[in-house]
C-alpha cells in the first residue's frame, strides 16, 4: 500500500507565526497536490507540484516537492486565522495508469487571533 | 462554484435498508470518484468512473455500489447500510487524469 504521511496530525498556533507542515512517503509520485478543505466542505486545491525539487509560492504559502518526488511541505509565513482548516496532501504514484489519487490523513491547523 | 451538487446533504438510515447517494456535475467532467471521509483515514475511495458505465472499485468498495447512466449523474449506492458506513460521503470530479479534483459540499450519513 503506497502511504502519504502528514506530519503533523494537528496543529494550533497564534496569529503571525511561521509553520511547516509535512508529506511524506516511501513511493515515488507522478506529482503532488495540496488542499485545504474547511468545515463542512469538501476539499480545494491550492497546488500542484510536478518536478522534483519544484517550490511555488502562493501569497504565504510556500509548497516544495522533494527531489526525488516522495515527500512535499507547506510552509505559512505570518500565519493569519484565515489559514485555519484542514490541509491534505495527494497524489498519483509514479506508474500507476489510473493516476488515482492516494490521499494524506491531513494536518489540522488553528490559527488563533 | 466547481458546479458538484450532492443531494441529500445529511441523512440518518436504519441499519440493513438501502440507501442512495447522488451526485450531478454540470461542467462535463470525465471522471468522478466517491470518497468517504473519516477521522484519521483521510479520503478513502469507494468507486470511481473514468465515462458513462464504465465504472471501477476502489479501495474500500465492499458493501458499496455505483452507476452512471450519464455523464452529468453519479448514484452510490449502499446495499444494506451498516454502522459501519457512518461517515462523510464526498464526490469528486476531474476533467482529465492528472487535473485538479472538484469536490461536492459532501453529505453525512448516519446509519443507526
Known amino acids: 500500500t503506497q502511504l502519504l504521511e502528514q506530519s503533523p496530525q494537528f496543529l494550533s498556533i497564534q496569529e503571525g507565526e511561521n509553520l511547516t507542515v509535512y508529506c511524506n512517503s516511501s513511493s515515488v509520485f507522478s506529482s503532488l497536490q495540496w488542499y485545504r478543505q474547511e468545515p463542512g466542505e469538501g476539499p480545494v486545491l491550492l497546488v500542484t507540484?510536478?518536478?522534483g525539487g519544484e517550490v511555488k509560492k502562493l501569497k504565504r504559502l510556500t509548497f516544495q516537492f522533494g527531489d526525488a518526488r516522495k515527500d512535499s511541505s507547506l510552509h505559512i509565513t505570518a500565519a493569519q486565522p484565515g489559514d485555519t482548516g484542514l490541509y491534505l496532501c495527494a497524489g498519483p504514484p509514479q506508474g500507476d495508469s489510473n493516476y488515482q489519487l492516494i490521499w494524506g490523513a491531513g494536518t489540522k491547523l488553528i490559527i488563533k487571533p | 462554484d466547481a458546479g458538484i451538487t450532492q443531494s441529500p446533504r445529511h441523512k440518518v438510515t436504519e441499519t440493513g435498508t438501502p440507501v442512495t447517494l447522488r451526485c450531478h456535475q454540470t461542467?462535463?467532467?470525465?471522471?468522478m470518484y466517491w470518497y468517504r471521509q473519516d477521522p484519521g483515514h483521510g479520503l478513502r475511495l469507494i468507486h470511481y468512473s473514468y465515462g458513462v458505465k464504465d465504472t471501477d472499485k476502489g479501495e474500500v468498495s465492499d458493501g458499496y455500489s455505483v452507476s452512471r447512466s450519464k455523464t452529468e449523474d453519479f448514484l452510490l449506492t449502499l446495499e444494506s447500510a451498516t454502522s459501519s458506513q457512518t461517515s462523510v460521503y464526498f464526490c469528486a470530479a476531474r476533467l482529465q487524469q492528472l487535473t485538479e479534483a472538484f469536490f461536492g459540499q459532501g453529505t453525512r450519513l448516519t446509519v443507526v
Open positions: 507540484v510536478v518536478t
Open positions: 461542467e462535463n467532467h470525465r471522471y
